[in-house]
T-cell receptor
Framework: GAVVSQHPSRVICKSGTSVKIECRSL??????MFWYRQFPKKSLMLMAT?????????EQGVEKDKFLINHASLTLSTLTVTSAHPEDSSFYIC???????????FGQGTRLTVV | GENVEQHPSTLSVQEGDSAVIKCTYS??????FPWYKQELGKRPQLIID?????GEKKDQRIAVTLNKTAKHFSLHITETQPEDSAVYFC??????????FGTGTSLTVIP
């Protein structure tokens, strides 16, 4: 299958700082990228969907000013957690789709710890 | 958005037995239903998918059924093996191409 690379895999930051997570599709053009948050032993909670060149669509309850998503190219989307707090500590994982309503490929995830 | 429910949350079966995981969805416009397997510490991987114009699909020991009228779909794993142990997620994909996942099923296959 296609390859999606997410970076960094782990990050520790201080409360109040911002953290940027990158999601890259390495061998295909991702017209749509998805950002999820996964709690321990829990499911994947969709945070937002982004299409290349347009604003992300955020799910209800997700603060768009806190979780900034940029999808400037067909191979890169970024998630920036602004003014991070300990409650933002979680596992964030992206996925990318080249064609609508077909398989989405996942990145390896980012473990964010805010101290 | 779409609401996907998945049952059971945990499932233990003896090696060689079958495992069935069921999901329901709320948005009748959803038209694509993939199933992902996530092994511990790894990213989710697609194992099988089905589209709304098909009622059943099979790939070796794995099969998926879809009932559009009732808005539910199921994953069937036959002749289970220890390496089938993982967390399985169903998903319903909306007409807008948003993937909504179920709550996951932790499957343990006992040798």
């Amino acid at each position: 299958g296609a390859v999606v690379s997410q970076h960094p895999s782990r990050v520790i930051c201080k409360s109040g700082t911002s953290v940027k997570i990158e999601c890259r599709s390495l061998d295909f053009q991702a017209t749509t990228m998805f950002w999820y948050r996964q709690f321990p032993k829990k499911s994947l909670m969709l945070m937002a969907t982004s299409n290349e060149g347009s604003k992300a669509t955020y799910e209800q309850g997700v603060e768009k000013d806190k979780f900034l998503i940029n999808h400037a190219s067909l191979t890169l989307s970024t998630l920036t957690v602004t003014s991070a707090h300990p409650e933002d500590s979680s596992f964030y994982i992206c996925s990318a789709s080249g064609t609508p309503n077909t398989e989405a490929f996942f990145g390896q995830g980012t473990r964010l710890t805010v101290v | 958005g779409e609401n996907v429910e998945q049952h059971p949350s945990t499932l233990s079966v003896q090696e060689g037995d079958s495992a069935v995981i069921k999901c329901t969805y709320s948005d009748s416009a959803s038209n694509y239903f993939p199933w992902y397997k996530q092994e511990l510490g790894k990213r989710p991987q697609l194992i099988i998918d089905i589209r709304s114009n098909v009622g059943e699909k099979k790939d070796q020991r794995i099969a998926v059924t879809l009932n559009k009228t009732a808005k539910h779909f199921s994953l069937h794993i036959t002749e289970t093996q220890p390496e089938d142990s993982a967390v399985y997620f169903c998903a319903a994909v909306s007409a807008g191409n948003q993937f909504y996942f179920g709550t996951g099923t932790s499957l343990t296959v006992i040798p």
